[in-house]
């Protein structure tokens, strides 16, 4: 089962998560619950990364583990809401059709701190 932790500041802006287990819906390899997982979080993590006004802080020591922490500037909360809300609504999606083989934690913060 893959774990997907999301955690929201009080502005409703993504600040972090974490991402660990493997889905067991097929072979190594060969795990469309995992390649659909993994290519979400690569690519938020990759956008992210991009931007000055955005400081991301990646680890993935192993294979079905993937921590995000993220801070960002006024002027970059705009595109993290879009960025937040993609990684958000493709995560629930891969649950909805997957529910076996992934689960979705999404918690708000009224102070952020991990």
């Known amino acids: 089962m893959i774990l997907a932790e999301l ?3 009080n502005m409703g802006q993504l ?3 974490r991402i660990e287990g493997h889905s067991g819906a097929g072979t ?3 795990d469309i619950v995992c390649a659909a997982v993994s290519v979400l979080a690569r ?3 990759g956008i992210l ?3 000055e006004d955005i400081n991301v802080k990646v680890s993935a020591p192993e294979r079905g583990n993937f921590l995000m922490e993220i801070d960002y500037k006024p002027e970059g ?3 993290l ?3 937040g809300c993609f990684l958000m609504e493709g995560l629930l ?3 909805a059709e997957h529910p076996g083989h992934c689960k979705v934690s999404i918690e708000r913060r009224n102070s952020y701190g991990t």
């Open 77 to 79: 909360r705009d595109f």
């Open 28 to 30: 190594r390899g060969n």
């Open 81 to 83: 809401a879009g960025a």
């Open 49 to 51: 990364s991009d931007r």
């Open 15 to 17: 600040r972090f998560c």
């Open 7 to 9: 955690v929201l500041d």
């Open 43 to 45: 690519t938020i993590a």
């Open 93 to 95: 999606s891969v649950q």
